[in-house]
């Protein structure tokens, strides 16, 4: 890739040739982790103050039909970086010990970033499976297969998620900080990881005391690291733990070292916060920040490590040719295991002392409606992308090839699947994004302009299986009056596009 590629590029895509005179922009992605669509205050947040994000909106494009491809937190992952949906490859919520779910041999988007010779790093959780299927994995050597193996350079990370084992951080292909006189062991039982000379934890089940930071309310019962049950059994590696009140405070470290280190070359850096999933710990100068307890707080604290990678990327001239994208893994959720006095719940959704993560929108984490998979989603890029608002429909699986048509890389038939080329609408350039649209929770909806048919669900916010349902959001953007009693037809069209879809006809 080239600046005269660059360059024409643009220029197909309604930037002016001066305009596009540039160097590779930078590209960062900072993802937030169970952050909701109303969990920013230019998005109507008005319990949580978010000034770095909302400089980010004022600054860049703000999108108001922005969105993650599932519910939940492994399969948008997952499509974020290949570009494919995670119901393709069964990719679901993922446990402790989980081996890679991202094919070695397939593009990713750190992969593709590198053909256009870019350094390529990530910091945060990971969450996305560690090692070889049918292989356990040496937590006390080399702890591969994971993101160096699908195209990073650099990787700092949680290995699986805050709440889950092992409590470590994980550096390339070690652990930081290993006792090698305390072995590291994870499973699924504690017979299974107790050994001699490996330090035990204590066991939620039978120790509820142990949980001294704040109780479970369910699951998040097994080994107790750091006075908070998790999922999953560890014993060893006392000195490699973490502290979760300082997570936020190592990431961003390690953020502004990348940045530092490859600030003389074109970087991706892909920053997946810990921010707001649960054990929420926010570092005791960030508690009491809002009225809504740690999940409010911790908003603040994620709020706070934008404002500090955008700072560095001021500091040392960079910040007007790297293109920021801000969005989140989910949609919001509450109670979710653990007693933080977080919750009040309605009928139909959690609601946090008043604030409303979701915002206009039904539903969050977990669920096919809107608020499930509609979740923030910014990008500023000063020296191409006009500061504005967007109503185009917008999706992450999308990066893949988008910025291969910015970088002027040709995507083969099999590469990237499920992405499509929306490089206009997320440069501003035009008004429309995505014509069609799946979303994925315990089953599939897709989306159409403003229509959205929901198959039959496997599960609902009642436990129980639900109807397929069609909903006009422009009329109806809460999704509580279901019409498809009314439109047959336009539901049995759309249900026959998505069970296309689902055969990868048509994809891109």
């Known amino acids: 890739m080239n600046r005269i590629k660059l360059i024409l590029t643009l220029t197909l895509c309604g930037v002016g040739l001066a305009e596009a005179a540039m160097e590779r922009p930078n590209v960062v992605i900072i993802y937030g982790d169970d952050v909701g669509f109303g969990d920013v205050g230019v998005y109507g947040s008005e319990m949580i103050p978010t000034p770095n994000i909302d400089r980010l ?13 599932a519910a939940t937190c492994t399969p948008s992952r997952f499509s974020m970086l290949t570009g494919i949906h995670g119901f393709r490859h069964g990719v679901s919520i993922l446990p402790p010990n989980a081996p890679l779910s991202i094919p070695t041999d397939i593009l990713t988007l750190p992969k593709l970033f590198k053909q256009a010779g870019y350094v390529t790093g990530v910091v945060g959780k990971w969450h996305l499976g560690i090692g070889q299927k049918g292989v356990a994995t040496d937590w006390n050597g080399e702890v ?69 930071y704040y109780s479970s309310t369910h699951g998040h019962n097994h080994s107790v690291i750091n006075g908070i049950g998790r999922i999953g059994y560890m014993a060893g590696g006392k000195s490699a733990l973490w502290d979760d009140e300082t997570i936020t405070d190592e990431f961003v470290k390690q953020a502004r070292a990348f940045i530092t280190e490859n600030r003389s070359k074109p970087f991706f850096l892909y920053f997946a916060s810990q921010c707001i999933h649960v054990p929420r710990a926010p570092n005791p100068r960030f508690q009491g920040k809002t009225e809504l307890g740690y999940r409010g707080d911790a908003m603040v604290e994620f709020d706070w490590a934008v404002g500090e ?140 302009g403003p229509w959205k048919y929901m198959e039959k669900q496997k599960y609902s916010w009642g436990g129980k299986p639900a109807a397929p349902k069609l909903f006009n959001l422009a009329d109806d953007p809460g999704e509580t009056t279901n019409v498809i009693a009314r439109y047959p037809e336009k539901a049995a069209e759309m249900d026959r596009m998505l069970k296309k879809f689902r055969r990868q006809e048509g994809v891109r």
């Open 309 to 448: 990678i955008f700072q560095t990327l001021e500091q040392l001239g960079l910040a007007e040719n790297t293109i920021i994208i801000f969005s989140s893994d989910n949609g919001p959720v509450y109670d979710d295991g653990y007693d933080d006095g977080t919750t009040v719940r309605t009928s139909t959704k959690e609601v946090d002392r008043g604030h409303d993560g979701s915002g206009i929108y039904r539903g969050g984490k977990y669920q096919i409606y809107e608020g499930g998979t509609r979740v923030p989603f910014i990008i500023r890029w000063p020296l191409t992308v006009k500061p504005g608002v967007s109503d185009a429909m917008v999706n992450q699986i999308d990066f893949i090839a988008s910025f291969a048509a910015l970088l002027g890389i040709e995507l083969s038939d099999e590469d990237a699947r499920d992405s499509w080329n929306i490089l206009p609408a997320l440069l501003g350039k035009e008004a429309v994004g995505h014509t069609v649209m799946i979303e994925e929770a315990h089953g599939l909806a897709l989306r159409q």
């Open 57 to 69: 909106a004022k600054e860049g494009l703000r999108f108001t039909d922005g969105h993650c491809s």
């Open 144 to 212: 591969k297969p994971g993101p160096l193996e699908i195209g990073f350079d650099r990787s700092f990370l949680l290995p699986s998620t805050n709440d889950r084992v092992p409590c470590v951080y994980l550096n390339g292909h070690r652990v930081v900080n290993l006792d090698p006189d305390d072995p590291l062991y994870v499973g699924k039982s504690k017979a299974e990881v107790d050994r001699p000379g490996s330090t035990p934890y204590p066991n939620a089940r039978f120790q509820k005391k142990a949980m001294t």
